[in-house]
């Protein structure tokens, strides 16, 4: 799909979800969760369309954007203070 049939595509989601109407709490949820998955599903399809790169994390690890490496490290302790 283009970026533009998937823009649609989010769009129609979101009218057919205020379109409809609930008898009673769980089956309001159920359809929020149905709901917010397909979103989901079409906003990572959508940023793929159009070449957005992930957001970088705060997972440890390397990665590599742009020409820049960067490395999260996990921090086991805080570093002392040291007195000026």
Known sequence: ???HQVAHAIEEEARAFRRLRFKDAPSYLEAKDAHCTRIIN????????IG???LLSIAP???RVGGRNIRVELRTRVPAKVAA
Do not use: C, K, N, V
């Open 1 to 3: 799909m283009t970026a």
């Open 42 to 49: 079409l906003s990572r399809s959508l940023a793929r369309a």
């Open 52 to 54: 957005t790169p992930e």
């Open 61 to 63: 690890g390397q990665r």
